[in-house]
């Protein structure tokens, strides 16, 4: 496990902010425009797994809104109430078959006592990662975004979300917004607090572009 601070609370984000800052005061471009940098923490589990799947590729109000019904369905989303569930009623909730099915195919493999997904969200990062994406249906961004939000890490950047992209495109005054590689290249100048730089993005975008782009969690 990292022996960075993780972001447990809003003391840990000024605190992650200050140690951003010192590593790239060149920052403040965003720090000084995206306000108030909200902690918006998940728990580990299931449950802030799955949260964060249903909310990919949709808006937040979209995805709370299905998340809503699932919670109603279920009586409380976890593994075994999402494999006791039919597929006609989650898909009726507003999943999409592709998400239904991640979602059941994960929530097999903890009931089966393969994955302890609260186990693996304190894991050293690239193992958590690894043992994360060797699952179908659990790609880098949800894996990324999972040990963010759910677990605190300090120093993880989702290079795919479309939101960050565009907020550093804006502030950087950037006329194509990075991808893959040129934007981790980019990201590396904010290591080891990455997930505060992707924190202030958002924070950044939702000012900015006046939309709330933070995944769910």
Known sequence: ???????????????????LLDVDPGFACVINRAGS????????????????IVSQMVSKAAADAVWGRMQTLTGGVCAETILAASVEDLRAA???????????????IVAEGDLDLEEVAYAEPADALRQLTAIKG?????????????????DIFP???????????????????PVGKAFSVMAARWAPWRSLAARAL??????EMRRDGTPAA
């Open 1 to 19: 496990m990292s022996t960075l601070r993780l972001i447990r609370c809003q003391e840990d984000i000024e605190a992650g902010i200050a140690g």
């Open 37 to 52: 940098i909200p902690l918006r923490e998940g728990t580990p589990g299931y449950g802030g797994l799955a949260s964060i």
């Open 94 to 108: 507003g999943l999409s078959g592709a998400k239904e099915a991640a979602l059941r195919r994960i929530a097999g």
């Open 138 to 154: 659990i790609g880098p961004w949800t894996a990324e975004v999972y040990l963010l939000f759910c677990a605190g890490h300090p």
């Open 159 to 177: 290079v795919g979300d479309v939101a960050l992209q565009n907020a550093a495109a804006h502030a950087y005054e950037i006329e194509s917004r």
């Open 202 to 207: 958002w924070a950044y975008y939702a000012t």
